[in-house]
């Protein structure tokens, strides 16, 4: 994040969290890329014995009870170690628990915020299907009613800690026949009998999560575990893409930086024709616009961290924010890492500098959490309503009417 912008609170925070980036050792990283890891508990402990573990879950249950700033801020310095990792920090701590805090009971808050924070559980989502992930209303997982309790059937796929997580928070279908939006629960689910991770992914980046599939069998858990209350579900779902996409956006900022930063270094000492090729244009150019698009990153997570703080802005108009800042965010850092990859030649398609690492594992930015297709579809429904409002504010200049022949309304034939 900006220096400028911080306060000396939050360039304490940021010092803080720059530490800790500093202290993951460096096979944990290698290990983990290389799947000799498939789950960091080590990891996750220290950052819960360091506070560093849910910037914005209230300090009652562990967190520090901050804002939205602050976590972008968080985000971006931990970002900067692993993509994976950060993945792992936020997934539990900011997804998960940021859900039980909003809609958990103070029981589910006691029995999971608070240890989550401390580094001793991990809690994972599971929200997608082997069905398919982008179309969230047609979960298949059902829950149905059995005295008290309510039994799950069904399968998750990707989830990130399938392998290592304690808990999961599963969306299920509790009314099959009511309207999509009332059709679903959120269910905190303990890995208990009939929970089983079954197929761990080999993936291209974001290695040594754990992310694999989730089976559940006849799962008989008690109403208490619903977030939200029964079919309760989408309001879980809304919230939750906050941080899903926002925490995304932040943590992308950091994860790409030490691309720009090495090729920064390279370009300045690498020569050729007997000068340092940052001299070339073509080379000296595109570390001049990854600059640019890291400093546009930066201020997109910015701003519409400062909108959700707020409380100011609307629903719709926060979703197209968030929506349209995990779009540009991972697009941008994708050409930056390409970028950043081009200017090394040859050494910077190899395992001698991290770029390599780096470009596989935020290609994943553009998939998860939301494709970038549906980012766009989000935007697009948000603007054309917010679009309605702009026009029929009177108070801004309609320029439509400053064209030469403006008032040729026979010219203007829109059927
Ligand atoms: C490494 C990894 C970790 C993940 N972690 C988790 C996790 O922890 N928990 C979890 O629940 N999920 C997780 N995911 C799942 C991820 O969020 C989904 O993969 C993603 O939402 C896309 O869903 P899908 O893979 O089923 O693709 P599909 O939904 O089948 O989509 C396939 C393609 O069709 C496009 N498409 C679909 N519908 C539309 C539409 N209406 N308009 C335009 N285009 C459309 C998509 O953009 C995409 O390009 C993870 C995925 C990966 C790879």
């Not at 929970?195 to 089976?215: D, H, N, W």
Request: hydrophobic share 40%; charged share 25%; proline share 3%.
């Amino acid at each position: 994040m900006f220096d400028f912008i911080m306060t000396e609170e939050q360039k304490k925070l940021r010092d803080e969290v720059r530490a800790f980036t500093k202290w993951v050792p460096r096979e944990l990283i290698l290990d983990m890329d290389a799947e000799k890891i498939q789950f960091p508990h080590e990891y996750l402990k220290e950052a819960g014995r360091r506070n560093l573990l849910g910037t914005r879950i209230p300090k009652k249950y562990g967190g520090r009870g901050l804002k939205w700033v602050d976590a972008g801020i968080v985000g971006e310095e931990i970002g900067v170690a692993s993509y994976s990792l950060a993945c792992l920090h936020g997934v539990g701590a900011d997804l998960v628990c940021d859900a039980i805090v909003n809609f958990g009971s103070e029981e589910l808050k006691q029995e999971i915020v608070v240890p989550l924070m401390k580094g001793e559980i991990y809690a994972a989502e599971g929200l997608t299907e082997p069905r398919g992930g982008s179309d969230f209303f047609g979960t298949t997982t059902q829950a149905v009613k059995d005295g008290d309790d309510w039994v799950l059937n069904g399968q998750k796929r990707f989830v990130v800690g399938a392998e290592g997580a304690d808990w999961f928070l599963i969306y299920a279908l509790t009314d099959p026949d009511a309207p999509p939006h009332k059709r679903l629960t959120a269910f905190m689910v303990p890995r208990t009998a009939g929970v089983e991770s079954k197929y761990i992914y080999g993936l291209m980046g974001v290695r040594g999560g754990g992310a694999g599939r989730v089976l559940l069998e006849d799962v008989r858990i008690p109403e208490r575990y619903a977030l939200n209350g029964i079919h309760g579900g989408f309001n879980v779902f809304l919230n939750m893409m906050i941080p899903e996409r926002l925490g995304t956006s932040d943590m992308t900022v950091g994860a790409v930086r030490p691309a720009l930063e090495i090729a920064t270094r390279y370009t300045s000492k690498r020569k050729a024709f007997g000068q340092a090729i940052r001299n070339f244009q073509a080379v000296g150019f595109k570390v001049a616009d990854s600059a640019m698009q890291l400093d546009s990153m930066r201020s997109m997570v910015y701003s519409t961290c400062l909108a959700v703080d707020s409380g100011q802005v609307s629903a719709g108009k926060i979703r197209r924010m968030v929506s349209q800042t995990k779009k540009f965010t991972s697009e941008a850092a994708w050409e930056i890492a390409n970028n950043c990859m081009q200017v090394l030649g040859g050494i910077g398609y190899t395992d001698v500098f991290p770029i390599e690492r780096i470009l596989r594992d935020i290609r994943l930015s553009m998939i998860w959490v939301g494709s970038n297709e549906i980012m766009q579809s989000i935007v697009q429904t948000e603007w054309y309503k917010e679009y309605k409002e702009i026009m029929a504010d009177d108070s801004i200049r309609d320029v439509e009417q400053d064209a030469l022949n403006s008032d040729e309304v026979d010219e203007k034939v829109y059927e």
